[in-house]
């Protein structure tokens, strides 16, 4: 089992920074790869971006340029920052784990933190 923990979301006003943090817990040994997704009113959950276990980072071609994911130096914090923010980046931010152990693998999901972009 792996326990997400997101923090960092809040209200940000447009052209602002926000960063996104994501501590995962449990059997952290494992995790392949760690991703945010978000989900936005009355939108489907898309994928923002993710980082392997060995360091890869890929993001949706459509936010490519101001978020930014890393990981932590103990490997189980993920992080998201997030640049020049638009009111269209509101949305629930939610931290996924991708699991594999004994060959079956699982996602797992943290509880979402808000970002709300707005003058």
């Known amino acids: 089992q792996v326990q997400l923990v997101e923090s960092g979301g809040g209200l940000a006003q447009p052209g602002g920074s926000l960063r996104l943090s994501c501590a995962a817990s449990g059997s952290i040994f494992t995790i392949d790869a760690m991703a945010w997704y978000r989900q936005a009113p009355g939108k489907e959950r898309e994928l923002v971006a993710r980082?392997?276990?060995?360091?890869?980072?890929d993001y949706a071609d459509s936010l490519k340029g101001r978020f930014t994911i890393s990981r932590g130096g103990a490997k189980s914090t993920v992080y998201l920052q997030i640049d020049s923010l638009k009111p269209e980046d509101t949305a629930v931010y939610y931290c996924n784990a991708h699991s594999t152990d004994w060959g079956s693998s699982r996602d797992y999901w943290g509880q979402g933190t808000q970002v709300t972009v707005s003058s």
């Open positions: 980082v392997t276990s060995g360091g890869r980072t």
